[in-house]
């Protein structure tokens, strides 16, 4: 097997796993001889030639961490033909052969882009909090994030006990409902707003009233837990949590969690997900694949064409949407 030029970048929102899959890539790049380096702050870096040398030693002890030490960026000018043309001939004057890109489905976007203009193979794993990439069952970062939004809800749900209180918990997602389903679900949510279930505002302000008042009559106490997408509710989740005090009259508090859900140790799941996109990201380099996302579904690794990945929309699935509606927002028919 000829030894290849391989880089690497992480591109678009960090996520915990990152770390592993640079390590993944790098280890088995020295183990077939192949040259690696990586990028810094995404697509920036290939415009700025800021890269450095990886090698085994450089990847000790990474894997346990959050965030990616090649750093990340939203990089808004790469969007420009000119800026895919200079990443194409700084690719070239440092002989890179190869491209992984480890992001978003944004980032994928650019690789494709990238690649109008750079004859190299260009491979994307996925690499999100979010897990709205078509093609794959779960994203780099997912199983993570999930975890970091239940510590919290658990905790919430001692105060809103104490305190008879409603709660509000708002997770990230984007536009996507992936991290939601599954923070509600596993966290023991009694109600969860997003965007694949939402319909209109005034129609889940009167669900919630309704259901909040069968959960008092059921159980004698107020302690409700809500969880809510970002950028779903039309004013926000003040205005959602004041417009629940007025219908429930009782006592409303949001927890808006944020980029926390962004960070932390990545769990083994993810560890193990990185792990094995980034050693088979290499295999596909040395099978001459371009062009693709290398991702697991169903338990098996596939490729994905870059386009595929934006071009259809992931959608949470029969299974998830029938577990939410038979465990969440209250659809039981009480004696
Ligand atoms: N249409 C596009 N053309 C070229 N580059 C893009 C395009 N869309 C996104 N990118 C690049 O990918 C980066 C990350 O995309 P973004 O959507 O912010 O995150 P993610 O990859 O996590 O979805 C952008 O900042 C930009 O550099
Ligand atoms: O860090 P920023 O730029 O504020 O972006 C926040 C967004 O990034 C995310 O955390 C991750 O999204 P991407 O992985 O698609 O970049 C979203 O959940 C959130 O909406």
Redesign the pocket.
């Known amino acids: 097997m000829t030894s290849k030029r391989i880089a690497v970048l992480t591109?678009?929102?960090d996520a915990p796993g990152m770390n592993a899959c640079i390590r993944a890539i790098v280890v088995a790049c020295e183990g077939a001889g192949h040259t690696i380096i990586g990028f810094e702050h995404?697509?920036n870096g290939l415009l700025e030639q800021n890269w450095r040398k990886l090698d085994s030693k450089k990847v000790h002890n990474i894997i346990q961490r959050g965030g990616t030490i090649l750093r990340s960026?939203?990089?808004?000018t790469?969007?420009q033909d000119a800026s895919?043309q200079l990443a194409a001939n700084n690719l070239d004057e440092l002989a890179i052969d190869a491209l992984i890109v480890i992001?978003?489905?944004?980032?994928?976007?650019?690789a494709?882009?990238l690649g109008k203009f750079w004859g190299g193979q260009v491979i994307g794993l996925p690499?999100?909090i979010d897990n709205d990439i078509y093609g794959c069952d779960a994203t780099i970062g997912y199983y993570t994030a999930i975890d970091t939004a239940v510590s919290s809800i658990d905790k919430v749900r001692d105060t809103a006990d104490a305190f008879e209180r409603i709660f509000l918990v708002e997770v990230m997602g984007r536009h996507a409902g992936f991290l939601g389903a599954s923070a509600a679900l596993a966290g023991a949510a009694n109600y969860v707003i997003l965007p694949e279930l939402f319909t209109d505002p005034e129609s889940v302000l009167n669900e919630i009233q309704q259901q909040v008042a069968i959960h008092r009559q059921r159980y004698g106490h107020e302690s409700y837990i809500i969880v809510l997408t970002e950028n779903l509710w039309p004013s926000g989740i003040n205005a959602l949590a004041e417009a629940l005090e007025t219908r429930t009259d009782g006592e409303v508090r949001p927890v808006i969690l944020g980029h926390v859900q962004r960070g932390g140790s990545p769990v083994s799941q993810d560890r193990i997900l990185a792990t094995t996109l980034g050693v088979q990201a290499v295999r596909s380099i040395e099978q001459g694949k371009n062009g693709i996302m290398v991702a697991t579904a169903q338990g098996d690794v596939v490729e994905v064409a870059l386009e595929e990945t934006w071009q259809h929309k992931k959608t949470l699935g029969n299974t998830l949407t029938h577990c939410m509606l038979t465990m969440l927002n209250e659809r039981h028919h009480w004696p």
Do not use: E, I, L, N
């Open positions: 591109s678009g929102g995404g697509y960026a939203r990089c808004k790469f969007k895919g992001g978003g489905d944004g980032s994928f976007r650019g494709v882009h690499g999100t």
